[in-house]
C-alpha cells in the first residue's frame, strides 16, 4: 500500500523511533509501514491519521481501481 507517512515524518523531523513512540509500535513497524512492506491494522491507520490531523485516505492510498 503507498502512502505518505515518510514525508510527514519528515516535515515534523521525526526519527522513526519518535514515531514509533508516539504510536506505540515499533521502530521496525513504523519502517515497514513506510517502505511498503506492512500494512496498518485499521486502529493503527485511524491512530497515525489523528496524530498527523489528516483523513486515513490522504496518508494511504490502497492502489486498488475504482470498480465499475
Do not use: C, H
Not at 519518535?18 to 515497514?32: K, P
Not at 490531523?53 to 496518508?59: F, H, L, N, P, V
Amino acid at each position: 500500500m503507498k502512502n505518505v507517512l515518510r514525508a510527514l515524518r519528515a516535515e515534523r523531523n521525526w526519527s522513526q523511533a519518535e514515531l514509533a513512540e508516539r504510536l506505540g509500535v515499533s521502530r521496525q513497524s513504523v519502517n515497514a509501514i513506510e517502505t511498503g512492506k506492512y500494512d496498518p491494522s485499521l486502529p493503527l491507520a485511524f491512530r497515525i491519521a489523528r496524530l498527523f490531523g489528516r483523513r486515513i485516505e490522504e496518508i494511504f492510498d490502497d492502489e486498488a481501481p475504482a470498480p465499475d
